[in-house]
């Protein structure tokens, strides 16, 4: 991969995030080339346990590119130290009327070019008697 020139996880954390889900939600580019951009080939991506490759977050894009209508993110807390980055943020995501807020705990592991290899992420979704 080439040299990078835009947010790279290692380089700025919430750049990232907010580059990424833009792009591969509303992205004029595939998503195996948006992939790749910010992560590496052999990315290990875990979601609440589930076991996510290069192969299933590529075919994850393609169902909210058609029904996400807009997204945004508050990002609470981001942190970098050596090659492990951590995130707090909350994914705000309108599908055809519908609004859904997940909160995001991420944990990264950076590859040497700054890139992710691999992402630990608890996800919920916020009821009511947390919004208090």
Do not use: K
């Not at 058609?66 to 945004?72: A, D, G, I, L």
């Not at 050596?82 to 009327?97: C, E, K, M, Q, S």
């Amino acid at each position: 991969m080439s040299a990078q020139t835009g947010p790279t996880p290692g380089r700025d954390l919430a750049g990232y995030l907010r580059s990424y889900v833009q792009e591969m939600a509303f992205g004029d580019e595939a998503p195996d080339v948006i992939l790749d951009r910010y992560h590496t080939p052999d990315i290990a991506w875990y979601s609440d346990g589930l076991h996510l490759d290069r192969e299933r977050l590529v075919a994850h894009a393609r169902p909210v590119r058609r029904t996400v209508t807009s997204c945004s993110l508050d990002i609470h807390d981001t942190l970098t130290c050596d090659n492990r980055v951590a995130a707090r943020f909350t994914l705000t995501a309108v599908t055809r009327g519908r609004t859904v807020a997940t909160e995001i705990h991420m944990f990264g592991q950076l590859a040497p070019d700054g890139r992710l290899r691999r992402i630990d992420q608890i996800t919920r979704t916020p009821g009511p008697e947390q919004d208090r």
